[in-house]
């Protein structure tokens, strides 16, 4: 049974740092594709980051409203994956979901399994 479990999610100011978790029970959980996206009330589910394992190590790809301010990075070690979210902004405030899919060599994987989600509400 796959899960995907975030964490880290709440409340700061804008201009303030978060750090959301995602555990995931996944086997082969380093060779997985594991991203994060979000979903802001009354706006579709969109992409934020997503790390990918290559023969160099691995890759990591933003969407351009949050690059050069969050960080994707994971640790095999402990099956987790890691959003570092500084400098946010109000529009950031969503609910974040993990998402897990097949190694791929792809600038737009496949993601096959999804968490719950944990909302981040950035203040102004």
């Known amino acids: 049974q796959v899960e995907l479990v975030e964490s880290g999610g709440g409340l700061v100011q804008a201009g303030g740092s978060l750090r959301l978790s995602c555990a995931a029970s996944l086997p082969a959980f380093r060779s997985q594709t594991m991203g994060w996206f979000r979903q802001a009330p009354g706006k579709e589910r969109e992409f934020v980051a997503h790390i990918r394992i290559s023969w160099s190590g691995d890759n990591t790809y933003y969407a351009d409203s949050v690059k050069g301010r969050f960080t994707i990075s994971r640790d095999n070690a402990k099956n987790t994956v890691y959003l570092q979210m500084n400098f946010l902004k109000p529009e950031d405030t969503a609910v974040y979901y993990c998402?897990?899919?097949?190694?791929?060599?792809?600038?737009?994987?496949?993601?096959?399994?999804w968490g719950q989600g944990t909302q981040v509400t950035v203040s102004s």
């Open positions: 998402a897990a899919g097949p190694r791929s060599a792809s600038f737009n994987p496949r993601f096959d399994y």
